[in-house]
């Protein structure tokens, strides 16, 4: 795991700017950093030593004329690497950027679909003069990057980005509008700064003579699904029991992150079934005397997987108030909730535990269908008769259909309508309009041959809902110099999950259906009938409601700095702060991170020194 820089074009290749922008990105790699430039193009990479914990695994790495810096985890590497030795490569190294490396040499990017893993990469190609930035399946490692006359730049974080003098700080004010009023994140490639884009999922940028083209390079595909119910129950779980085995490979300590519910509760089980001492540690968020705490959940797991250590990680609200500033540089850009607080803390207490590798469930809703709205989607691609019977075995998801509905016809000027209705009453009127003119509006070709299910689903996981909780996943473990992994982000698994009829993901009012028979007999059941959805979740309202941290969005909001900004309804906040109830948690959460976010972004700080080159 490291963290990667670096520009071509433009002015000749700085190598102080390079080894500045190594330096800004310490946290994702205080084991060892390096730099290599040449006429045309400078790279710059830190490294968090994972697998082949030797400095000869150190980045960037050369192949001939071949430059590679590299971030993330190539799972597979070893089955790769047998396979290139037998076609007569040699290797200096135990480690997987390495075998990056001959696989693009040997295939180009012909390597991509070959690769098991998550990563953000940069290789140099001297022979062709051309650089490639290159996203996983997912993104689940970001790559940040702007171009302005030819240069262009581009980093893990913004931090590192924006010490270059041609890269502006801009904000993107639509997007910002959008997440103040109603909590809507820019799907990439769009960020909150108006000149930086985030690669998207399973994306190639190609930059060659000052000019670059983007390209996807995957989509899920159909794949054959067993007709039988139990046998794709069956294929699913020794699919999964493979990604949890690929990503247990590690030359430090493993542990996982459980949250209680179905998805990371599974991961933790199966993963137990293939033993090891990974099964040492296990981290999940408490919350005491809070109705929603998920800690009964997450310790019966613990106890049945046999856990060794159990940690019960449990922030305050006084621990909010001393980390908010560091927890929103950290962030670099705005956020949902302060459930990844909660996900923040637990990577914070990996680091102290010595446990620097974590597995995790994220995925399972967007692949399975995890989320309320799904299951409207589910019964629209169920056929009518189908339909029918859902509806009467659980007439409550005729509200989801409703909304399943309401948003593929609906027209726009109706959505807008709602979205200024429901926007919070912490935004000015001018940020509400702005942003219910701000709609999100994804529909890909590639999205067209799927059922409504799928195209949801589609939209969720390449567009909205986990491009935003991977960037959280990634700035909180990075912040910590942890690694975090995730089982059902395999595209394997994903395209058996897009390939499922919608019955075996919802049936009878049960959400992720073929997810929680993966677990049967293996994760306690009270866990497979839970159908609330938390997930680390923190008693959000009673800790703004609190004294000292309302004390601490007062100051912040009604301050001349943030009145004079024209984004926030100030006479709301300071009555509801007279009156001691927030009308809308949710959206004084986004007015006090938007606040702090706009004083904060991008200031690159480094309490202590890189290791020497």
Known sequence: MCGIAGFAGGSPPDETLLERMAETMWKRGPDGHGIWSDATIGLAATRLMVIDLHERSNQPLHL?????????????????????RGLGHSFATEGDAEVLLHGWRE????????????????????????LVLASDPFAEKPVYYAERAGRLVFASEVKALALDDTVELTVDDPALGAYIARGVMPEPPRTFFAGI??????????WREGSSQIECYWRPQRVEVPAEYHDAVAQLRELLLDSIRLR?????PVGTSLSGGVDSSTIVMLSAALAGDHRRHAFTARFPGYPRDEWRYADEVARQAEVVEHHAVEPT?????????????DQEEPLGSLSVYAQWRV???????????????????EL???????????????????ALRELAGAPRQAAALGRALAMETLPTTAKQAYWRRSATPYASQAVVHAGAANGQALHAEWLGRFDPLRRELGVEAFATSLPELLRYADRSSMAWSRELRL???????????????????????????????????????????????????????????????????????????????????????????????????????????????????????????????
């Open 107 to 130: 295939w180009g990017e012909g390597a991509l679909d070959r690769a098991n893993g998550m990563f953000g990469f940069a290789l140099w190609d001297d022979a062709e003069q051309t």
């Open 248 to 252: 247990l490979r590690s030359d430090v």
């Open 64 to 84: 001939g004329p071949l430059h590679l810096v590299f971030n993330g985890e190539l799972y597979n590497y070893k089955e790769l690497r047998e396979e290139l």
């Open 347 to 365: 990577m914070a207490a990996a680091k102290e535990a010595g446990v620097v590798v974590l597995l995790d469930g994220q995925g399972g809703d």
């Open 487 to 613: 089982p059902l982000l395999d595209r394997r698994i994903a395209e058996f999950a897009f390939s499922f009829p919608p019955e075996f993901l919802y049936s009878d009012g049960v959400s992720k259906r073929i997810l929680r028979d993966v677990g049967r007999g293996l994760v306690p059941d009270a866990i497979l009938a839970r159908r609330d959805k938390v997930g680390y979740e923190p008693p959000q309202e009673n800790w703004l409601a609190d004294p000292q941290v309302a004390a601490k969005v007062g100051e912040v909001l009604l301050d001349p700095k943030a009145r004079s900004r024209g984004l926030f309804d100030t006479g709301a906040i300071e009555a509801d702060a007279t009156a001691g109830r927030w009308r809308d948690p949710k959206g004084v959460w986004r007015a006090l991170n938007a606040e702090l976010w706009l004083r904060l972004s991008a200031r690159p700080r480094r309490p202590e020194p890189l290791p020497a080159r």
């Open 197 to 206: 884009r985030r690669l998207p999922p399973a994306h190639v940028l190609r």
């Open 317 to 329: 609200t006084a621990d909010l108030i001393s980390d908010l500033e560091e927890f929103v540089i």
């Open 368 to 386: 399975f269908g995890g989320y309320p709205i799904a299951a409207g989607f589910a019964i629209r691609s169920a056929g009518a008769r189908r």
